[in-house]
């Protein structure tokens, strides 16, 4: 123990504390010899002393010396390829292991038995059966350094090979205690190159770029030029010629092309064979490819121009992938430009303006329904100030609605969105309603209604065609309600949202999200990337995918939009052998967006590659400063294995002037003596 004092002291301290105690002496000597006063001075000089003992600010240092045995920690690999080695094998592994921990026991050093796949668990037995998927080398390095401080060495059971996580060796550098590897099996003999992951944009337009970049992996020792095609159909896009290095490693390959053709197109990417391949079917990948359309054709008939007329057709021009063809009825059957040009030219999106004014022939509806539907065309009608239900006499089943008799407010009046998810922070003018129609089918939908209960947006599809009618007459007005801090209005808003509904009729295969391959093994990665290009506000929404089995559901997971590369994102673990079906939702299971299937190998990932990866487990040995020991050689470790003992000196510091039982002794001496001159009368 040792007394020091943080105030330092000097002759003129020690002048007044003699001062001080000779007074203290003077008054006891001159009081009245009473039991009362001595014990009053007795305690007056406690205290004095006290405090002048605390002015010092004394620290008592307490030191202690404590010794703890470190223990050995053992970290074997549990995963699926230890059991699928030759030489040595499961049981050879099993017994050597057993082996390993008795001499430790012998030797009297504690160990820490622990095994490791794609997570590190603590283990009481030793039995090992190769029940693990995967080997996460990096989770090993993360698990190790949280209780080095328990451990005098470590010891690595592996064969090296990662199967999924980093591989980087230099995360033991981090490491403050030995790490000593043992390799077991022998240098690889099989060899196999793979497309291990694909990754592409979903959907591209077609005047754009695609960016494909392939991750390739080889396995065993190959020294061959391999090359690497990326095919549409059985046209090659590109080829290029790669080395690899074998040994599990990986390599990164770009392509980039530009699609000729729209729709769902199909691409295949391949990989020339190498001399004694074990596997050649996982030398090719397939993805598919939305490719959309750079500018979309649009009709616009006006039946008799209008206020929203001139509104409509600015917003169409200020839309660069739409083309618009504008014609204007004169009188009858006459239009400007001639109505025929419009009769021979393929449209994406038709839209009535103030359209028809009178019922249209049945020689009329007949021509036109027939093109909508040779086009897949989606239709749009906009109700203008001279058009009644009758006006639609005829049209009615094109549009999907159905007309009803009743008498309609000629008043403006107030309206709101059905759903709120389309509801904007603005000002709502009052509209006036034109028509009274109520959509028909299962998949009519109204999204804004008046006060009054009647629609005033909807919209609806009957088999591949697609239609929305807006029954306001002034919707016009809507275009000058611009939102706080924005040049977005309700009407931008409304029309966008209904066009780029419309426009997508013609795809009939909407494939926005992808898996990484079509072809997996089982505990592989599954990768799942997306787009939603006609959507705003993607980041709101909630996406799930669902894996189907033969009997019942596997998997359900969330995809989560990642804003850094701007698209969706999701993975999971390929499940056990066998054919499955996905199904994509929007907003926690209610509507369905994408389903798909892939197939999943019997075999697993690691049992195409059972080698000895010597090159990594001697590198993390060297950066430890461990060694490396092959299987064969294992006893040479523990004839080198030593009990280690760690030395904690330990310093417990008491700070007087913080004490509280001192304090408190002050605190009630203070109160006996007040007690004492109270009783006695003294002030």
């Known amino acids: 123990m040792i007394l020091r004092l943080l105030h330092a002291t000097d002759a003129i301290f020690w002048l007044e504390i003699t001062i001080s105690i000779g007074l203290l002496y003077y008054l006891y000597r001159i009081i009245p010899k009473k039991k009362w006063y001595t014990i009053l001075i007795g305690m007056r000089i406690l205290l004095f002393m006290l405090f002048i003992f605390l002015l010092l600010n004394p620290v008592l240092t307490i030191n202690s010396e404590k010794e703890s045995y470190l223990d050995w920690g053992i970290f074997v690999d549990n995963s699926a390829s230890i059991k699928n080695h030759k030489m040595p094998s499961l049981n050879a592994i099993q017994s050597g292991l057993e082996e390993l921990l008795d001499q430790l026991s012998e030797k009297n050093i504690a160990y820490q ?13 030793q039995q090992i059966d190769g029940s693990g998927l995967t080997t996460n080398i990096a989770n090993l390095s993360l698990a190790i350094r949280k209780i080095e401080h328990r ?3 470590a010891i690595i059971i592996s064969d090296g090979i990662i199967t999924e996580g980093n591989n980087h060796h230099l995360d033991f550098n981090k490491i403050r205690i030995p790490i000593h590897t043992i390799g077991i099996g022998k240098g690889s003999e099989m060899v196999d190159v793979s497309v291990q992951s694909i990754d592409v944009p979903t959907v591209v337009l077609k005047s754009d770029g695609v960016n494909v970049h392939a991750i390739i992996q080889s396995v065993g020792n190959i020294q061959d030029r391999l090359s690497v095609s990326l095919y549409h159909e059985k046209e090659l896009l590109g080829s290029k010629h790669i080395r690899l290095m074998g040994f599990g490693s990986k390599k990164d390959i770009n392509f980039r092309f530009q699609p000729k053709e729209i729709g769902k197109q199909r691409y295949e990417i391949r990989i020339s064979s190498v001399e004694d391949e074990i596997n050649i079917l996982n030398n090719k990948q397939n993805f598919n490819l939305l490719v959309l359309k750079d ?37 009858g059957a006459r239009f400007k430009p001639e109505i025929k040009s419009f009769w021979s030219s393929p449209y994406e ?19 036109l329904g027939k093109k909508i539907l040779t086009h897949q065309s989606g239709v749009m009608l906009i109700s203008g100030p001279n058009q009644s239900n009758k006006s639609l006499n ?10 009803q008799d009743s008498s309609i407010e000629t008043a403006p009046i107030f309206w709101d969105f059905v759903n709120l998810k389309d509801s ?38 009957i088999g591949n065609i697609r239609t929305s009618v807006i029954t306001a007459a002034d919707i016009h007005l809507l275009y000058y309600q611009k939102r706080d801090g924005s040049n977005d209005n309700l009407f931008s808003n409304i029309f966008n949202k209904a066009t780029r509904w419309l426009l997508k009729s013609g795809n009939s295969h909407e494939n926005y999200f992808r898996l990484n391959k079509d072809q997996y093994q089982q505990g592989e990665i599954v990768r799942i990337t997306g787009s939603q290009p006609f959507e705003d506000n993607q980041t709101e929404q909630s996406i799930n995918i669902q894996v189907t089995g033969e009997s019942s559901n596997v998997i359900s997971k969330d995809i989560i939009f ?16 066998g054919h499955y079906t996905y199904q994509i939702f929007m907003n ?29 487990m001697k590198s993390i040995s060297e950066v430890s400063n461990g060694q490396y020991y092959h299987w064969d050689d294992r006893n040479e470790l523990i004839q080198s294995a030593s009990q280690k003992v760690r030395r904690e000196l330990k310093g417990d510091f008491i700070k007087f002037k913080e004490n509280e039982p001192l304090l408190i002794l002050i605190v009630l001496l203070l109160c006996i003596e007040w007690s004492i001159r109270r009783n006695k009368g003294l002030s």
């Open 113 to 125: 038995l622990y095994h490791f796949d794609a997570s590190v668990n603590k283990r009481d037995g």
């Open 151 to 153: 451990l005098s060495n």
């Open 295 to 331: 500018r979309y054709k649009v009709a616009m008939i006006t039946g008799s121009p209008n206020k929203n007329t001139s509104v409509l057709k600015r917003f169409l021009k200020e839309n660069p992938r739409i083309e618009i063809d504008h014609f204007v009825r004169i009188s």
């Open 349 to 367: 999106l038709i839209i009535l303006d103030n359209f028809p004014i009178e019922p249209l022939s049945t020689n009329f509806v007949r021509i």
């Open 394 to 403: 005829g049209i009615t089943s094109i549009l999907g609605v159905r007309t």
């Open 424 to 461: 904007i922070e603005a000002d709502r003018p009052p509209l006036t309603q034109k028509l009274a129609v109520l959509g028909k089918g299962q998949l009519s939908d109204s999204l804004a209604i008046f006060e009054s209960g009647w629609p005033l947006w909807l919209q609806n599809q």
């Open 562 to 577: 990642n804003i850094e590369s701007n698209r969706w994102e999701g993975e999971f673990r390929a499940p056990s052998q």
């Open 588 to 616: 926690s299971g209610q509507l369905q967006i994408q389903a798909g299937k892939f197939q999943v190998l019997e075999s697993q990932i690691e049992l195409n590659q059972v080698h000895l990866n010597q090159k990594l």
